[in-house]
């Protein structure tokens, strides 16, 4: 799963980075990783790439695949936002992990500076004074949790793949969601989500099973034995 997950880093990175202006593709030859500041029309777009990203990952495992396209399509665009919730929380947490900023897609950011020129593009039919506060609201809420948990590698795979078989349908709260998602749910794709059958969901109870077990062998080979509080 990390291997794939990397390659899914790795998309992102590049279709991103094809979508910037000459100049700014100038800038990347003197620097490994500049970001830069996001933009609201990024968010669809984006968003687009990481669902194309996400169902690349979701095919390493073998059930998918064996799922009729309908159910597929209808697994990844559930749990989309909150795998790009955790995403960047993740990206957020290894790339500024001392100041307020947060990433608001592989090669982009935002920070509390940045806020107000990022709602500028906002539609006036949007509740842009809400929608900043509640983001500047949330920008202090994901760094406290996740400094907190800092999780490794290892664990945040293990999260994103058991919120991929998560099966139900996330719902968004804005009192107590990560950044990310605040800033994404300004217009997101529509999407629609279909009730699993049974079996489909006897699936994914066994595939977030799996998962576990799996993690619960690593710890065992990096010789952690006091886990169990970070596996709850």
Same mark, same amino acid.
């Given at each position: 799963?990390?291997?794939?997950?990397?390659?899914?880093?790795?998309?992102?990175?590049? =279709?991103? !980075?094809?979508?910037?202006?000459?100049?700014?593709?100038?800038?990347? #030859?003197?620097?490994?990783?500049?970001?830069?500041?996001?933009?609201?029309?990024?968010?669809?777009?984006?968003?687009?790439?990481?669902?194309?990203?996400?169902?690349? $990952?979701?095919?390493?495992?073998?059930?998918?695949?064996?799922?009729?396209? +309908?159910? /597929?399509?209808?697994? *990844?665009?559930?749990?989309?936002?909150?795998?790009? =919730?955790?995403?960047?929380?993740?990206?957020?947490?290894?790339?500024?992990?001392?100041?307020?900023?947060?990433?608001?897609?592989? @090669? @982009?950011?935002?920070? +509390? &500076?940045?806020?107000? %020129? $990022? $709602?500028?593009? =906002?539609? +006036?039919?949007?509740?842009?004074?809400?929608?900043?506060?509640?983001?500047? %609201? &949330? #920008?202090?809420?994901?760094?406290? %949790?996740?400094?907190?948990?800092?999780?490794? !590698?290892?664990?945040?795979?293990?999260?994103?793949? #058991?919120?991929?078989?998560?099966? =139900?349908?996330?719902?968004?709260?804005?009192?107590? @969601? *990560?950044?990310?998602?605040?800033?994404?749910? *300004?217009?997101?794709?529509?999407?629609?989500? @279909?009730?699993?059958?049974?079996?489909?969901?006897?699936?994914?109870?066994?595939? /977030?099973?799996? !998962?576990?077990?799996?993690?619960?062998?690593?710890?065992?080979?990096?010789?952690?034995? /006091?886990?169990?509080?970070?596996?709850?």
């Amino acid at each position: 799963m990390k291997n794939m997950y990397s390659s899914v880093c790795l998309t992102r990175k590049c =279709c991103e !980075i094809a979508e910037f202006s000459n100049e700014e593709k100038r800038e990347r #030859i003197h620097e490994e990783m500049p970001l830069y500041p996001a933009k609201h029309s990024d968010i669809i777009p984006h968003s687009k790439l990481f669902l194309v990203g996400v169902s690349d $990952f979701a095919k390493l495992f073998r059930n998918f695949n064996q799922m009729s396209a +309908e159910t /597929r399509t209808s697994l *990844v665009k559930a749990n989309l936002r909150l795998l790009e =919730c955790l995403d960047g929380a993740y990206t957020t947490l290894k790339s500024f992990p001392e100041s307020t900023a947060i990433m608001a897609s592989y @090669t @982009t950011f935002l920070n +509390e &500076n940045l806020i107000d %020129q $990022f $709602f500028t593009e =906002c539609p +006036e039919e949007l509740a842009r004074e809400e929608r900043v506060r509640t983001l500047r %609201q &949330n #920008i202090k809420a994901v760094k406290s %949790q996740f400094r907190k948990v800092k999780p490794s !590698i290892d664990e945040f795979i293990a999260i994103f793949g #058991i919120a991929l078989w998560n099966g =139900c349908e996330f719902t968004w709260y804005t009192t107590n @969601t *990560v950044v990310v998602d605040s800033y994404a749910s *300004v217009a997101m794709l529509n999407l629609d989500t @279909t009730s699993m059958n049974a079996e489909n969901d006897r699936i994914l109870r066994r595939k /977030r099973t799996g !998962i576990l077990v799996e993690l619960h062998t690593v710890y065992c080979r990096s010789g952690n034995t /006091r886990y169990e509080s970070r596996m709850t």
